[in-house]
């Protein structure tokens, strides 16, 4: 059986790890902050991890990633979605109404579209989420 340890960046040199009472909102120290926005004090139980596997952070977050793909504009009023160019698995076919001015993203995959005939320069900041 493998030994479990904590793999915190940010644990003491000395390699003494406080106890959980003895954390306080002053002296916790928090490791990186995941995709989802969460970060761990240095005792978490949800830290530990085997010791040939520490604890790793994918800094290529898909909220970002689809954020600097630039919204399609599209010439009808509604548009079908299958997850882009290459069909996403467990993407269904989507219908987005493209009738209201601002950027329409899709609910599954984040591609977003706009009504070139509705939606003028200053009306892409108006997003909108379709499910």
């Known amino acids: 059986m493998q030994s479990i340890r904590h793999a915190s960046t940010n644990l003491p040199q000395d390699g003494k790890v406080p106890e959980p009472k003895e954390i306080t909102p002053q002296n916790a120290q928090f490791?990186?902050?995941?995709?989802?926005?969460?970060?761990?004090?240095?005792?978490?139980?949800?830290?530990?991890?085997?010791?040939?596997?520490?604890?790793?952070?994918?800094?290529?977050?898909?909220?970002?990633?689809?954020?600097?793909?630039?919204p399609k504009p599209i010439e009808e009023r509604i548009v079908s979605c299958?997850?882009?160019?290459?069909?996403?698995?467990?993407?269904?076919?989507?219908?987005?109404?493209?009738?209201?001015?601002?950027?329409?993203?899709?609910?599954y995959c984040g591609q977003r579209f706009y009504n070139s005939h509705v939606t003028k320069e200053k009306d892409l900041s108006i997003h909108h989420i379709e499910c």
Request: hydrophobic residues 30%; charged residues 20%.
């Open 31 to 70: 490791d990186e902050v995941t995709h989802t926005g969460q970060a761990w004090d240095q005792r978490d139980y949800r830290l530990a991890r085997y010791e040939n596997n520490p604890k790793t952070i994918n800094p290529n977050i898909a909220a970002h990633l689809i954020a600097e793909i630039p």
């Open 82 to 107: 299958e997850g882009g160019e290459i069909p996403a698995l467990g993407h269904p076919l989507v219908y987005i109404n493209l009738d209201k001015p601002g950027t329409h993203a899709c609910g």
